[in-house]
């Protein structure tokens, strides 16, 4: 198994324009959640996912869109890429709901620069 | 802002010394879960300690949870240069009437030989 896979490992884009980070993961998991990670700022929650066509938002969503068409898949739009987007960003899994059913499985994370 | 906070924010040991790492946070949970990342990897899972429960080992490492402080604390036994790594807490949280994981901003660890 693959886990949860995420391209690109690395993206630089110039303000303004759009780009999706992909993520799919090969578990079967239920749950789906995009996490960014800024220096001194521990993870972020961006968008999550409990199933196929629901997504919610986290703590820090303005400039994201996400959807969920399939179990498997689950993308993070930036749609006018601004400076302050520039951050790693994780994507994770989870069997159930985060938290009532256990871990989280990890990403490698994407590293996204915006000029 | 950050449910949990981990302390201290670096912790520097010798290799075969004890790590000890603290997660403090602010509302009531079901359970809390420690996490490790190595430098540019994505985070693994270390163990989960449910709201029940007070200490929970797993080799070694033991969690311990004090829900009338709101904290819990990481230790590390016997620690290995390997165990060079941030270490984050979580938290589950019902925030806007959703259900949502978060980690506070973590606890740099390094294990000198």
């Known amino acids: 198994n693959a886990g949860v896979t995420q391209t690109p490992k690395f993206q630089v884009l110039k303000t303004g324009q759009s780009m999706t980070l992909q993520c799919a993961q090969d578990?079967?998991?239920?749950?789906m959640s995009w996490y960014r990670q800024d220096p001194g700022m521990g993870l972020r929650l961006i968008h999550y996912s409990v199933g196929a066509g629901i997504t919610d938002q986290g703590e820090v969503p303005n400039g994201y869109n996400v959807s969920r068409s399939t179990t498997e898949d689950f993308p993070l739009r930036l749609l006018s890429a601004a400076p302050s987007q520039t951050s790693v960003y994780f994507c994770?899994?989870?069997?159930?709901?985060?938290?009532?059913?256990?871990?989280?499985?990890f990403g490698e994370g994407s590293r996204l620069t915006v000029l | 802002s950050q449910q949990g906070e981990e302390d201290p924010q670096a912790l520097s040991i010798q290799e075969g010394e004890n790590a000890t790492m603290n997660c403090s946070y602010k509302?009531?949970?079901?359970?809390l879960q420690w996490y490790r990342q190595n430098s540019g990897r994505g985070l693994v899972h270390l163990i989960l300690i449910r709201s029940n429960e007070r200490e929970k080992h797993s080799g070694r490492l033991r969690v311990t949870l004090d829900t009338s402080k709101k904290s819990s604390s990481l230790l590390i036994t016997a620690s290995r240069a390997a165990d060079t790594a941030s270490y984050f807490c979580?938290?589950?949280?019902?925030?806007?009437?959703?259900?949502?994981?978060?980690f506070g901003s973590g606890t740099r660890l390094l294990v000198r030989p």
């Open positions: 979580a938290t589950d949280a019902w925030r806007d009437s959703s259900y949502k994981l978060i």
């Open positions: 994770a899994s989870s069997p159930g709901l985060a938290g009532n059913t256990g871990e989280l499985f």
């Open positions: 509302t009531s949970i079901n359970n």
């Open positions: 578990m079967n998991h239920e749950y």
